[in-house]
């Protein structure tokens, strides 16, 4: 049974995780940022850069003693080559090929949106193909997952990633940062009807989402000095939180009719990414799945949030079918998955 060393440095999480062949996770520790980056209101990817610089080794190390798990156990070691910001992600995998090399082990460059593509196979029995829906605070996308490496997108965000429409919205609410689980929390005291928001592209063909124009209509409410209270924050927060769930829903089922065109056999509805651990979420995506006969896979938060297991699984994934990457492969900010369809991906020109 193969043993795979994750690391994930894309973002503002520094982590790092043992995950086997058997699905188990031996071993994953995770360290936030968050606090680092909260004075400024979102991430600055320098301070990220360093600050994953400082930190990497000693989460490496401790995961490993965490596992009771030498060197001499470990088949490869799989790290995040993008997408994301780049000085975190050149920080993670410039590591992890060091770490290789001198142990003389594979290298497994990791697409992170692949991370959490795969994911839910990590935590649940979820057979090819499957229809996913990637939430995260860069990407907003519906996908046909027909394989390891093996994406076909049915539709993607216009504007803003729902992570990045959550975040900004709570930005307006001066909830502070990562906005999407303080609206959440929030949404949970106040009724959604209270303000009348729009569901951008709702009800018309195709499975593209738009966010940019639900934004503004929120900005708008606390322009014209609308809330100006307790009570009108929650019920703006709970008004925004079921917008999108009703944007997501429709989105996702337009695309749930595409999979049933593309692959009959699709038997389940994946949702992965930080936004997916909403809770309202998950409920209102459930009844969507049920009702075009398919079974909704969440996998925990841990999970669904970034995470190093997520990149360990991956790259088990991807060792079993022998795809492991040149040492030289270069580190991407940008790399979407359709690009992933080849083995090793090709360098940026
Ligand atoms: O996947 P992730 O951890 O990082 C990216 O790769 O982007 O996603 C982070 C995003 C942030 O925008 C955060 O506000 C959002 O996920 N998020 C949530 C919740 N928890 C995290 N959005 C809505 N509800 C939540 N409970
Ligand atoms: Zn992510």
Redesign the pocket.
């Known amino acids: 049974m193969s043993l795979v060393l994750g690391i994930e440095t894309s ?1 503002d999480e520094t982590a790092a995780a043992l995950v086997g062949g058997d699905r188990r996770v031996l071993a994953e520790r995770v360290l936030s940022q968050t606090r680092e980056h909260a004075p400024f209101g979102g991430i600055v990817p320098e301070i990220a850069a360093r600050s994953h610089l400082a930190h990497l080794e000693d989460m490496v190390r401790g995961t490993l003693a965490d596992a009771a798990c030498d060197w001499s156990r470990i088949d490869a070691i799989a790290a995040t080559t993008g997408p994301g910001l780049i000085g975190g992600v050149i920080v993670g995998a410039t590591f992890a090929k060091a770490v290789a090399l001198a142990r003389g082990l594979p290298f497994v460059a990791i697409n ?1 949106l692949e991370g ?1 593509a795969l994911s839910a196979r990590l935590s649940d029995d979820v057979p090819f193909p499957y229809l996913l829906l990637l939430v ?4 907003c996308q519906l996908l046909a997952v027909e394989g390891v490496g093996k994406y076909r997108r049915l539709g993607t965000t216009l504007d803003d990633a729902v ?2 429409a ?2 900004k919205v709570a930005k307006l609410l001066d909830l502070g940062y ?4 303080a ?2 929390k929030l949404a949970r005291e106040g009724t959604p009807k209270r303000f009348e928001l729009p569901r951008p592209l709702a009800g018309r063909p195709g499975c593209d989402f738009s966010f940019a124009g639900l934004k503004t209509a929120v900005r708008q409410i606390v322009d014209r000095g609308e809330v100006r209270d307790a009570r009108a924050r929650a019920d703006l927060a709970a008004s925004f939180q079921t917008a999108v769930a009703d944007t997501l829903a429709d989105r996702t089922g337009n695309a749930a009719r595409m999979l049933a065109r593309l692959h009959p056999s699709g038997a389940h509805l994946v949702v992965a ?3 997916a ?2 809770k309202a979420l998950r409920e209102r995506l459930a009844k969507v799945a049920a009702s075009h006969g398919l079974a909704l896979v969440a996998p925990p938060i841990r999970l669904c ?2 995470n190093a297991a997520m990149i360990a699984w991956a790259g088990v994934e991807r060792l079993a079918l022998g795809l492991v990457s040149p040492l030289d492969i270069a580190c991407r900010p940008r790399w979407p998955l359709e690009e992933l369809a080849s083995a090793a991906p090709a360098s940026p020109p």
């Not at 995260?136 to 990407?139: A, D, E, I, N």
């Open positions: 973002c992170h959490h995260s605070g860069g990407h992570g990045e959550f975040d990562p906005g999407g689980p609206i959440e990414g930080g936004v651990a909403n949030t970034d």
